[in-house]
């Protein structure tokens, strides 16, 4: 069966180091995104890809990096994580024009010491 | 900020019909109404979605008013699983230039 799979599912980094968190899909997707959730906000959009070698800015980018060389994977990089970056973190996929077809993975959830 | 507004939190008995209410007095012409919920800790799960007209589904029901300002998900014999965050969303449903934006959603506890 077809899947997201995030991992890893729980990471605790030291602030200023490099963190990627790892987004693979077998479904097919076009789209892919990455999104922070925190408690009092809802899930908030960083980054963003329409296909392979496109990626967008979300509402809350900065600080983070994503590459798309490929359908299946959307690596997020923190380049030097912060505290403030402490949070869950979700995948999720869909194929083209299709709202109703995202489809969530099971979270990472991040903490920076 | 978020385009739609509901109630933070809501209870209902195991077994009756859980009615959630979602407030979105400026949704335009092409916006459709999306549902999601999320169970304690997953990842958000894709409900229903409507334009115009009444929707229903193997989950749930959405009844959307005429004026478009306000919609109500149904969960007709709420279970005890079905105690998740319920999320309302406005967007558009044409081509790849949107994005949800995500409120706080409504904590429905189905008790026992």
């Known amino acids: 069966d077809a899947e997201i799979t995030q991992s890893p599912r729980h990471k605790i980094t030291e602030t200023g180091r490099q963190v990627t968190l790892a987004c693979h899909q077998t479904?097919?997707?076009?789209?892919m995104f990455w999104y922070r959730q925190d408690l009092g906000h809802g899930l908030r959009l960083i980054h963003y890809s329409y296909g392979v070698q496109d990626t967008n800015k979300g509402e809350v980018s900065d600080g983070y990096s994503v590459s798309r060389s490929n359908t299946e994977d959307l690596p997020l990089t923190l380049e030097s994580a912060a505290s403030s970056q402490t949070s869950v973190y979700f995948c999720?996929?869909?194929?083209?024009?299709?709202?109703?077809?995202?489809?969530f993975g099971s979270g990472t959830r991040l903490t920076v010491v | 900020d978020a385009k739609t507004t509901q109630p933070p939190s809501m209870d209902c008995a195991e077994g009756r019909a859980a009615n959630l209410p979602c407030n979105h007095s400026t949704i335009s012409g092409n916006e459709y109404v999306y549902w999601y919920r999320q169970i304690h800790s997953q990842g958000p799960q894709y409900i229903i979605h409507g334009l115009k007209n009444n929707e229903t589904n193997e989950m749930a029901s959405l009844i959307i008013t005429e004026d478009r300002k306000s919609s109500t998900l149904i969960l007709p014999h709420a279970t005890l699983r079905d105690t998740a965050v319920y999320y309302c969303i406005v967007s558009e449903n044409a081509g790849n230039n949107r994005k949800l934006i995500w409120g706080l959603g409504t904590s429905l506890a189905v008790n026992p």
């Open positions: 479904w097919n997707h076009n789209n």
């Open positions: 999720a996929s869909s194929a083209s024009g299709q709202l109703y077809g995202y489809t």
